[in-house]
Each structure stands twice: as C-alpha cells, then as structure tokens.
C-alpha cells in the first residue's frame, strides 16, 4: 500500500495527524515518528492528550497529511491507530525525546497507525487518486 514514494516522504517529511470526536476536529504536526518495515505508521506521544481522546472516541480513526512544501508533492493516509505504553517502539521514542529535550520531557506511548487508503495530494492529473 505505502509505495517507496510515499515511504521516502513520510520517512523524511513532517506529519500532520487530523482526529475528529464530538463534532470538533483536531490537526497536530508531530516530529516523532516512522514507519515500519510492515508498512506500519508508528509517533511518538509527547503532547497528543486530544488525538488520543479523539482517537478513543471514533473506534481510532485517524488521517495524517505529509508533504514536501518545495516540490509539493504530497500524500494523505486514512487508516486506524492503536494506542501502546509499552515494548520497543516505545522504548525508542522514549530514548528520542529525552536525548532532543535533555530529559525534561519523555514519550508516554506510541500511536501504531494501519493505513487503510493513500490519496494523492500532489497538484498533478492524478490528484484524489487512490493508491
């Protein structure tokens, strides 16, 4: 589903994640973050205290946006986020936030993202089109 397009983006661009409950949408750029050699989407939560409220009340629905501004390439993934506290992804972004904040902030868990649809964002002929 993620193409070595849209893999080498999300790898190398900045996220926006978009979560909706109670008829009011949420958008937060996040920093933390990588995807996994299955295909997996997987952030850092440091400050996501609303995603993953929202995240709780729509069954983990969730859409991240990532682009490149230069060449406007771009890409959005709907799909389904799980919520952990534990084990080595977790380990890992702890390990990162402390090291970038000199320890006076750590990750709480991780957002393990499925996605279920890539939408092209690029300004080209194949725009909206599902990948």
């Known amino acids: 589903m993620l193409n070595e ?7 190398e661009g900045m996220w926006d994640l978009a979560t909706c409950a109670n008829e009011e949408p ?6 933390f973050k990588d995807v996994t050699e299955d295909g997996k989407l997987v952030v850092g939560d440091v400050f996501l205290e ?3 409220n929202n995240i709780k009340a729509n069954d983990g629905k969730i859409a991240i946006s990532v682009y490149n501004a230069q060449n406007l390439e771009g890409y959005q993934i709907k ?27 750590t ?3 991780a957002l393990i993202i499925t996605p279920e649809k890539v939408i092209v964002t690029t300004p080209r002929a194949d725009n909206k089109k599902e990948i």
């Open 107 to 109: 990750a709480k868990g």
């Open 79 to 105: 799909g389904t986020a799980e919520y952990v506290t534990e084990g080595a992804i977790v380990d890992t972004f702890k390990a990162m936030v402390e090291e970038m904040f000199h320890g006076a902030a």
């Open 26 to 31: 949420n958008v937060v750029p996040v920093a």
């Open 50 to 52: 609303t995603t993953l």
């Open 5 to 11: 397009s849209v893999v080498k983006l999300l790898k």
